[in-house]
């Protein structure tokens, strides 16, 4: 029988009470309540770990980066515990046929109840098969993904590589990228999309204990991306967003605006119409992320991010107070609103000055 993540939490000499611990941080991670800490424990107590195959095509490897360096859960909890990491050609000891063997062992063994993960895309500019593109084991990446995703409970696409196409698929794509969703004959196994490039750690490591926990795929969005982390836009939970609101922008780089920490999006910011969690979760265990860091949104994790470009060009027709208003006349609006508003004020003072005038009289 298959340990469970907390057989070998025991067996590395780990506490009761860091294990809750931990299950409290992953539920909040999650965004969850801290009611389903004693589920996710549960979970963690009783089922066997789910074997995951990951798979590489054309990409550059920054989701696996972004991945190992979850701080909740960690990615070592992730990979050694939680998981049965049986395949990945870029971090796995193994070499050679014995390691090529694994995948058709993992596909027989646990048919229908191992994760595909699958990291970049294939290029089928070469034909049905992908041609000789990202070779291994004498298998290019569109074999191996059809032969994995065949019998997979189901697929995780890491990054925009994987779920959009990414820069792969940028006009005018000569390699015939493909999104993992596009790929013909991929099968019926249900896709998860965690687009980003990368995508946030956190993000990805509680995609994985949310089907450890509850046996089932996250609630997805209608482009298929867990509503968890995709429902709202960066801009809804910018700390900056109080300065958009009172038209207080950047108008050039290092100018007394940015000093100020002022709203970047007159530099290019695609916060406005971008759906991710970096300004909840940020990155690097919580630290920072690019509009904290003082450089715009270039909306990385949306469909055709690379084709549309543009990174520094502002984003026209975004409104704020009401429908009429945009960016730029609240800017001025603002700034009227309070020049009339000092007019009325000294209007009003010198009514009453003269009014008591006349009574000292």
């Known amino acids: 029988m298959t340990e469970t993540f907390y057989d070998v939490m025991r067996r590395q000499g780990i506490t009761r009470r860091s ?12 965004g969850l309540s801290p009611a389903f800490a004693g589920k996710i424990a549960h979970a963690m107590e009783t089922k066997p770990r789910i074997p995951v195959l990951w798979l590489h095509g054309l990409e550059c490897t920054c989701c696996s980066e972004s991945f190992i360096r ?3 859960p960690l990615a070592k909890d992730v990979i050694l515990s939680m998981i049965s990491l049986d395949y990945d050609s870029v971090i796995m000891a193994a070499a050679g046929h014995e390691a090529e063997a694994i995948v058709d062992e993992t596909i027989q063994k646990h048919k229908g109840k191992y994760i595909l993960a699958c990291e970049g895309n294939p290029g089928l500019d070469e034909g049905a098969t992908g041609g000789m593109s990202c070779i291994v084991g004498g298998k290019p990446y569109t074999e191996q993904l059809r032969r994995a995703a065949k019998d997979a409970m189901a697929i995780i696409s890491w990054g925009s590589c994987a779920s959009w196409g990414c820069v792969q698929a940028a006009k005018p794509n000569p390699t015939g990228a493909t999104p993992i969703h596009k790929v013909p004959d991929i099968g019926n196994a249900p896709i998860i999309k965690v687009p980003g490039c990368p995508p946030i750690a956190e993000v990805m490591t509680a995609v994985v204990t949310y089907l450890l926990t509850f046996e089932r795929l996250p609630s997805l969005d209608r482009q298929g991306r867990p509503k968890m982390f995709y429902s709202q836009r960066i801009h809804d939970k910018c700390y900056r967003r109080g300065h958009f609101d009172a038209g207080q922008f950047v108008e050039k780089w290092d100018d007394e605006g940015a000093r100020q920490g002022y709203c970047l999006y007159k ?7 971008t759906y991710n969690a970096c300004s909840t979760i940020r990155w690097n265990g919580g630290l920072s992320f690019p509009i904290q860091a003082g450089h715009p949104c270039i909306g990385c ?14 984003l026209s027709g975004i409104n704020q107070f009401g429908i009429e208003s945009t960016a730029d006349e609240v800017g001025m609006g603002a700034a009227a609103v309070v020049g009339g508003a000092v007019a009325v004020h000294a209007a ?3 009514l009453k000055r003269t009014q008591q005038k006349g009574e000292q009289e």
Do not use: I, Q
């Open 19 to 30: 294990f809750l611990k931990f299950c409290s941080l992953t539920a909040a991670a999650m």
């Open 70 to 72: 979850s701080a909740h």
């Open 267 to 273: 530099m290019g910011c695609k916060g406005p119409t």
């Open 301 to 314: 994790s949306e469909d055709g991010f690379w084709d549309k470009g543009g990174f520094y060009n502002r």
């Open 348 to 350: 009003v003072s010198a």
